[in-house]
């Protein structure tokens, strides 16, 4: 996209963002923003609202919520998925808290007992005929209000504006891109969740560039500071959609991150890394194959080839449907405005984050590590919410990131920054999304 601000449609409302290389730092705490990110963005955008996992049977469903509306997601059949506002037509009371099933295929209010099939048809009103005036009862009325429900790549999307084009064509671009990973293929091995005291977008960003591996995450730099550290042998650039989606392709120096490593250490020490710092990206499986050939006789150089070719021949016995490798994108993405991916090895770790009610200095922050299976392991549970884990609780790599975005929001309300600098190569993923929120800012 081109980076160009129009202007006119930016200035139409406060902290707009006027040189993108710069981020007003009221749009991190300030409430008139959030309200506006409220009314303007929430309101009109797809956002993923659960996995498809949570909603394994007819009848199943889950609670989504975002600022202070409630969504509840059900699925009406084998092939079909609904989603309603969480409201009694009667008196509004909510129809269904957290996860459950609604047994029967009748959604029922606990209050007066009104009832309601799976697509939101009124079946039963108590004692109607002497109760409640025909206009009440006529059929349309007493329906349950639809939310937009459309699925990608495992994962449930809402969108509460009825005009919204539909999520096919709102994922057009980044589909394509991520489509090879397989995401649709991935399960959930955890799904955790924490509540940090910073702003939703603030979390996000530290999840939408590879910037600050270097100095936060010494584990994954191997130690090596500064100039000892190839950021751009680490990460690649990246594409940026106009709808705010974005992915990063391969790096395309051919160079290691750290110098002075053969291969085989780099390798081996990132996998290490990642499997005792996040428990997502590098799971038991991989670490058992690269035990396997540790004891082998590989040339350095030849070892990350070697794990590649263990892994799928690890995977093709144990039926485990991993896709060819991809050459255009590392599967590390963004979907606007709030989903973030991070891959590994036919696994990846996929954050969502969300204000936190109406607080705009208070965000909830989630986390599914999720995989592809082997053919034995069955049909999978509903997945289960862990937390709010404590920011100390959290394998290491999380709290070094998470501890950073509370200092930043410690930062931005001072009177030491007016905005944030932007770096236009390494940062742009972050710029595009600012540049997107604009954009549905600016709408009537
Ligand atoms: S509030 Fe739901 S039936 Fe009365
Ligand atoms: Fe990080």
């Known amino acids: ?18 040189d993108p290389k710069r981020v007003p730092a009221q749009r991190y705490y300030s409430t008139d923003f959030a309200q506006l990110e409220k009314d303007k963005l929430w309101s009109h955008v797809w956002q993923v609202a659960c996995r498809l996992e949570d909603l394994p049977e007819t009848g199943d469903y889950i609670e ?35 996860a459950g099933t609604f047994h029967g295929r009748q959604i029922v209010c606990p209050y007066h007992g009104w009832r309601w099939d799976l697509d939101g048809e009124n079946t039963y ?34 969108n509460m504006d009825a005009e919204a084009p539909p999520l096919e064509q709102y994922l057009d671009g980044i589909a394509k891109v991520l489509d090879p990973i397989a995401f649709d293929r991935m399960r959930v091995r955890w799904w955790r969740h924490v509540i940090l005291p910073c702003n939703w977008k603030m979390a996000q960003e530290a999840f939408l560039e590879a ?11 191997m130690g090596a500071a500064d100039d000892d550290y190839d950021l751009d042998a680490f990460a690649g650039d990246f594409e940026c959609f106009d709808d705010g989606h974005a992915h990063m392709r391969h790096p395309t120096t051919g160079d290691l991150p750290v110098k002075g490593m053969t291969k085989a250490e780099y390798f081996i020490q990132y996998n290490n890394a990642l499997y005792f710092g996040t428990d997502a990206f590098v799971t038991e499986r991989e670490m058992f194959i690269q035990q396997g050939l540790l004891d082998k006789d590989i040339p350095d150089d030849e070892f990350p080839a070697k794990f590649f070719e263990a892994l799928y021949e690890y995977a093709q016995g144990a039926g485990i449907p991993l896709p060819p490798p991809v050459t255009d994108t590392t ?11 991070l891959p590994g090895y036919g696994t990846n770790i996929i954050y969502r984050s969300r204000p936190n009610g109406d607080d705009p200095e208070s965000c909830i922050f989630e986390v599914w590590a999720v995989q592809i299976p082997g053919a034995d392991a069955g049909e999978p549970e509903r997945p289960v919410l ?11 790599i999380f709290q070094e990131d998470f501890r ?20 236009g190569p390494y940062e742009a993923m972050i710029i595009n999304n600012h540049r997107t929120i604009d954009r549905y800012l600016s709408r009537d």
């Open 1 to 18: 996209m081109s980076l160009t601000p129009d202007l006119e449609a930016l200035a139409s409302h406060p902290y707009a963002i006027t």
């Open 125 to 158: 009103v108590y004692a109607s005929r002497r109760g409640f005036t025909p206009a009440c009862l006529d059929k349309d009325n007493l329906r349950l209000r639809e939310v937009q429900v459309g699925t990608w790549g495992g994962m449930v999307f809402v």
């Open 211 to 221: 910037y600050h591996v270097m100095q936060a995450h010494p584990s994954l730099s």
């Open 64 to 98: 989504y919520e975002i600022n202070d509306q409630s969504i509840l997601v059900v699925r009406e059949s084998d092939s079909r998925i609904k989603a309603y506002y969480n409201a009694c037509r009667h008196r509004a009371t909510a129809l269904g808290n957290g």
């Open 331 to 341: 599967g590390y993405g963004h979907i606007f405005p709030n989903l973030t991916f």
């Open 386 to 396: 862990e937390g709010p884990i404590p920011v100390e609780e959290w394998p290491q």
């Open 404 to 423: 950073n975005v509370i200092g930043q929001q410690k930062g931005v309300r001072g009177f030491g920054v007016d905005d944030l600098m932007m770096s």
